[in-house]
């Protein structure tokens, strides 16, 4: 496929010290992870999203809460990382620096490999205490007594995700920022949340100096911010920027 970035664009890229990419749900629906929408259906569909997605809601009914959120991590694990995923483990390995910032929490960037992540939204793949915010990577859990209980404190343990009307954690957000007016070029990767902070993002890298590219299915409300617009499928997309910043056939295949 080739690539539609003038070469000036693409010099740029290719000499850049510090590549940000930040990914949202369009990244996820690379590998068909249900967004919260298309998950909310069946036996969930009865309850309100309040129920399901508060801290309020969690107090009401941690078992509810602690199951929806296990339901959803299984659909995530039960995914795979896709083209797109990979190809920006290439690039993360090409640039001397360079920072993922992800809305997803499905986990699927890291188990492709990417490292220098920020998870600004959490991810299902980990829990946190509710009274003294230990994170945990693994748990135990008997079918009576969700949810378990975290082993350092004894409290109740609940997702590591950022759930409606919880704010962004101030270290991610703190790092994402800077990582963003560090950069040289800012990859706007396929949907992504139009939720401040992360939307003023584009805005920041530019006004820093970046180039920011916007790569997308559609016309993404960043195309509008960019200096350049990919409109591809990211499973083409991306690969194909690899391929054109590191030269050569990009033969990376999904196991
Ligand atoms: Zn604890």
């Given at each position: 496929?080739?690539?539609?970035?003038?070469?000036?664009?693409?010099?740029?890229?290719?000499?850049?010290?510090?590549?940000?990419?930040?990914?949202?749900?369009?990244?996820?629906?690379?590998?068909?992870?249900?967004?919260?929408?298309?998950?909310?259906?069946?036996?969930?569909?009865?309850?309100?999203?309040?129920?399901?997605?508060?801290?309020?809601?969690?107090?009401?009914?941690?078992?509810?809460?602690?199951?929806?959120?296990?339901?959803?991590?299984?659909?995530?694990?039960?995914?795979?990382?896709?083209?797109?995923?990979?190809?920006?483990?290439?690039?993360?390995?090409h640039f001397p620096a360079f920072t993922?910032?992800?809305?997803?929490?499905?986990?699927?960037?890291?188990?492709?490999?990417?490292?220098?992540?920020?998870?600004?939204?959490?991810?299902?793949?980990?829990a946190r205490c509710f009274e003294a915010?230990?994170?945990?990577?693994?748990?135990?859990?008997?079918?009576?007594?969700?949810?378990?209980?975290?082993?350092?404190?004894?409290?109740?343990?609940?997702?590591?995700?950022?759930?409606?009307?919880?704010?962004?954690?101030?270290?991610?957000?703190?790092?994402?920022?800077?990582?963003?007016?560090?950069?040289?070029?800012?990859?706007?990767?396929?949907?992504?949340?139009?939720?401040?902070?992360?939307?003023?993002?584009?805005?920041?890298?530019?006004?820093?100096?970046?180039?920011?590219?916007?790569?997308?299915?559609?016309?993404?409300?960043?195309?509008?911010?960019?200096?350049?617009?990919?409109?591809?499928?990211?499973?083409?997309?991306?690969?194909?920027?690899?391929?054109?910043?590191?030269?050569?056939?990009?033969?990376?295949?999904?196991?």
């Open positions: 496929m080739p690539l539609t970035l003038p070469e000036r664009a693409l010099e740029r890229l290719r000499t850049a010290r510090h590549v940000v990419a930040l990914t949202g749900g369009g990244m996820a629906a690379t590998s068909s992870v249900p967004s919260f929408r298309q998950a909310h259906t069946g036996e969930w569909a009865q309850f309100d999203v309040s129920e399901l997605a508060t801290q309020q809601g969690f107090m009401r009914n941690p078992r509810r809460v602690w199951q929806w959120y296990d339901y959803r991590r299984k659909l995530a694990d039960s995914a795979e990382p896709s083209l797109a995923h990979y190809a920006l483990v290439d690039i993360e390995q993922l910032i992800t809305q997803t929490i499905d986990g699927l960037h890291w188990r492709a490999g990417s490292r220098e992540l920020i998870e600004l939204n959490g991810c299902l793949r980990r915010g230990h994170v945990l990577s693994s748990w135990d859990e008997e079918e009576e007594t969700l949810p378990p209980n975290c082993p350092h404190c004894g409290s109740s343990l609940r997702p590591d995700v950022i759930m409606f009307g919880e704010g962004l954690p101030d270290w991610e957000l703190k790092r994402a920022r800077h990582a963003v007016e560090q950069c040289d070029v800012l990859l706007c990767v396929g949907e992504i949340s139009a939720i401040e902070p992360v939307s003023s993002f584009p805005f920041l890298a530019r006004r820093s100096g970046a180039q920011v590219i916007s790569l997308a299915d559609d016309d993404s409300i960043y195309s509008m911010l960019a200096d350049y617009v990919i409109v591809e499928p990211l499973n083409q997309a991306l690969p194909a920027l690899v391929q054109a910043i590191v030269g050569g056939e990009n033969t990376r295949q999904v196991a």
